[in-house]
């Protein structure tokens, strides 16, 4: 394995940012930012709060009667889902044989979110099916 250095972690990083448009990166960098600074001030001592520790299933149930904590669920449910997404692109690109990955020219997240996209409308017709039964 070839080290790496913070130019060529630089280059990628900004080379993957090249793929998006203006408006996409502009709305994913101010939305991700605000999240998480709203998240880290909520924790900080800037704010009274109580830690409480969850010890079993019940303390979890009774977490989830407050809509704060629903509301972050989910928000964590749905980055699990794009981790997700994001590593399956990652194995269908690795799949497609002669060891390639995604990378600067093939990026995972274009694989993952536009290119599946009908996998996603299926997928949300499955879950819609589901509720109803």
């Known amino acids: 394995m070839s080290d790496v250095n913070i130019n060529d972690v630089t280059q990628a990083v900004l080379s993957a940012l090249q793929q ?3 408006e996409e990166l502009n709305v994913t ?3 991700a930012t605000q999240c998480i ?3 880290l001030y909520g924790v900080s001592s800037n704010v009274k709060h109580e830690i409480k520790p969850i010890n079993g299933l019940g ?3 009774r ?3 407050d809509p704060y904590v629903r509301k972050g669920l989910g928000l964590i449910i749905e ?3 794009s981790m997700g997404k994001c590593l399956d692109a990652a194995e269908k ?3 497609m044989g002669d060891g390639a990955s995604c990378n600067i020219d093939v990026p995972c997240h274009i694989i993952a979110h536009r290119i599946m996209a009908s996998e996603l409308e299926l997928s949300v ?3 819609k099916q589901r509720a109803k039964h």
Request: proline content about 0%.
């Open 20 to 22: 998006m448009s203006k």
């Open 29 to 31: 960098l101010r939305e």
């Open 37 to 39: 600074m709203c998240s």
């Open 59 to 61: 303390d979890i149930l």
């Open 63 to 65: 977490a989830l009667n």
């Open 79 to 81: 980055l699990l889902r």
């Open 93 to 95: 690109v690795r799949n």
């Open 125 to 127: 017709d499955e879950d």
